[in-house]
């Protein structure tokens, strides 16, 4: 049973491009959610998706965006790209009612 | 005030050690207490999940809450090399798929 899939693993982008990462939940998990861990950090909740809409939201700006699809997949968008937006970006899959989070391992963005 | 904070570390322990992580939280309405462990590269996984004060224990591993004193602890028992990690608390209001707040995690080196 495949856990969480993101892709890509590792990108490079340059100040000020767009990046699209992608997020393939747990079989059987309907909601995702999106956190950004900096080097050295714990993770940051930046958004979470159910019934393929933003149901939370961290202190994020507007330049992080997201979409669910009906297969529960997801997409985090990033607009703008800074360089301190380099960071490990995690999905987190989970049922509504349940209480345990699966998490991929994780795209790597590298701002330059 | 951080909502939790976690002494970043590192610990480095020989092999066979206990060894105890700890994390203070700032609000009580925080009910719902957990460890992650991140091997290097690879996404947060789940070890302890607990919402009462007191001691649950699995394998090696026991998790304490300390609601009065808002104070969360995990002990690894007869500790091996295998067990060398980035440890991550963290807490949330509500179960379900509520938002987590994340400690910064404390990098654990156990020697052989």
């Known amino acids: 049973d495949a856990g969480v899939t993101q892709s890509p693993t590792h990108l490079i982008k340059t100040r000020g491009q767009q990046v699209t990462l992608r997020c393939s939940p747990k079989?059987?998990?309907?909601?995702v959610s999106w956190y950004q861990q900096a080097l050295g950090q714990g993770p940051q909740f930046i958004f979470q998706?159910?019934?393929?809409?933003?149901?939370q939201r961290g202190n994020f700006p507007d330049r992080f965006s997201g979409h669910q699809f009906p297969n529960y997949s997801s997409e985090l968008n990033v607009n703008a790209l800074l360089l301190g937006d380099s960071a490990l970006y995690l999905c987190?899959?989970?049922?509504?009612?349940?209480?345990?989070?699966?998490f991929g391992s994780g795209t790597r963005l590298t701002v330059v | 005030q951080k909502e939790v904070e976690q002494d970043p570390g590192p610990l480095s322990v020989p092999e066979g050690a206990i060894v105890s992580l700890n994390c203070t939280y700032s609000n009580s309405a925080f009910q719902y207490f957990m460890w992650y462990r991140q091997y290097s590269r690879k996404g947060p996984e789940l070890l302890m999940y607990t919402y009462s004060s007191g001691n649950k224990e699995d394998g090696r591993f026991t998790a304490q809450v300390d609601k009065s004193s808002k104070y969360i602890s995990l002990f690894i028992r007869d500790s091996q090399p295998s067990d060398s990690a980035t440890y991550l608390c963290?807490?949330?209001?509500?179960?379900?798929?509520?938002?987590?707040?994340f400690g910064k995690g404390t990098k654990l080196t156990v020697n052989p």
């Open positions: 079989s059987g998990h309907d909601t």
């Open positions: 963290a807490i949330r209001r509500q179960g379900g798929s509520e938002k987590l707040v």
């Open positions: 998706y159910y019934e393929e809409e933003e149901r």
């Open positions: 987190a899959s989970s049922l509504p009612g349940g209480d345990g989070y699966t």
